[in-house]
């Protein structure tokens, strides 16, 4: 991050002087266009998502008046995943302020950018389940019949009495095991939206006519969040970075328009996913994409 700042800083020094031997114009432009984003990437676990507990209670039928009752908590593991989506077309607007360089180099101009991205993402499926024994034991003293729920079956030594009732043969430790299938399915849109600030040198290709191509490309910080609902989520700052090519038109002797075109990568994010456990899942999402965009300059 201090390197970051470094960077921005120092492009807007050199941006600010304005009074620095043999610099030309100062200039400012707006900008907008369509935005291609980087595709919502699926996800896919093995297991590892513990399911909130499950709770049964047994009673131990020792002699009247002292029957007491026992928890026995089981948990279980959920496989899941998230199929992803298509990003959609979205949009970009930004602007920059900057100064020609001839005297540094034929063409070059230093700029200082601020921008906005966003693109929508299709409908996102995050779906999970899957089956999973857990046993749980417990001590009793002394013995006796256990009436238990039948959705748990008595493991040996216990031996089956009837229906719900088991019976233990002395002071021991007893287990009981319970079968779990698990389910769960949510979907939702969602979308991503990026801010980044960029410091930009771009080389134009002088000529002799109205038309004026120019390349360059650009470093600085990014912070983009991800919002899809009940499906995912995250935000993150990251080192960004550009590449372009674009053709500026003068239509007066201060004024350009122009066509451009963009890369742009602003790194990853870390994406949360629920679980019905309430313990959530991560995944990194790659924020990235081409634009092409108008652009209105004018030098001051």
């Known amino acids: 991050m201090k390197t970051y700042l470094r960077t921005t800083a120092a492009a807007v020094a050199l941006l600010a002087g304005a009074s620095a031997a043999g610099a030309g114009q100062l200039y400012f432009s707006v900008f907008g266009g369509v935005n291609w984003g980087e595709d919502l990437a699926p996800v896919t676990g093995g297991g590892g998502v513990v399911n909130a507990a499950r709770t049964e209670t047994v009673v131990h039928q020792t002699i009247a008046p002292h029957n007491h009752t026992l928890a026995f908590v089981f948990t279980a593991v959920t496989n899941f995943n998230m199929t992803g989506a298509d990003a959609e077309t979205g949009f970009v607007v930004g602007a920059t302020v900057g100064r020609e360089y001839d005297n540094i180099m034929p063409g070059l101009r230093l700029e200082f950018e601020g921008s906005f991205r966003r693109n929508n993402f299709g409908l996102a499926t995050l779906a999970g389940g899957g089956a999973d024994t857990d046993t749980a034991s417990s001590a009793f003293n002394p013995g006796?019949?256990?009436?238990?729920?039948?959705?748990?079956?008595?493991?040996?030594?216990?031996?089956?009495?009837?229906?719900?009732?088991?019976n233990a043969a002395g002071a021991g430790t007893y287990a009981f095991q319970a079968n779990f299938v698990t389910?769960?399915?949510?979907?939702?849109?969602?979308?991503?939206?990026?801010?980044?600030?960029?410091?930009?040198?771009?080389?134009?290709?002088?000529?002799?006519?109205?038309?004026?191509?120019?390349?360059?490309g650009g470093i600085g910080y990014a912070i983009s969040k991800f919002d899809g609902g009940a499906v995912y989520d995250g935000v993150d700052g990251n080192f960004a970075w550009q590449v372009g090519a674009g053709l500026n038109i003068d239509v007066s002797e201060d004024t350009q328009?122009?066509?451009?075109?963009?890369?742009?990568?602003?790194?990853?994010?870390?994406?949360?996913?629920?679980?019905?456990?309430?313990?959530?899942?991560?995944?990194?999402?790659?924020?990235?994409?081409?634009?092409?965009?108008?652009?209105?300059?004018?030098?001051?």
């Open 144 to 166: 006796g019949n256990i009436t238990h729920p039948l959705s748990i079956t008595p493991l040996a030594p216990l031996t089956v009495v009837g229906p719900g009732v088991a």
């Open 183 to 216: 389910n769960f399915t949510v979907a939702d849109e969602g979308n991503v939206q990026t801010w980044a600030l960029m410091a930009n040198a771009w080389f134009d290709l002088t000529n002799d006519s109205d038309f004026t191509p120019y390349v360059g």
């Open 257 to 300: 328009i122009g066509l451009g075109y963009r890369y742009f990568d602003a790194g990853d994010v870390e994406l949360t996913l629920p679980t019905p456990s309430g313990t959530p899942v991560s995944a990194e999402q790659d924020v990235r994409g081409s634009s092409v965009l108008l652009q209105l300059t004018h030098k001051l």
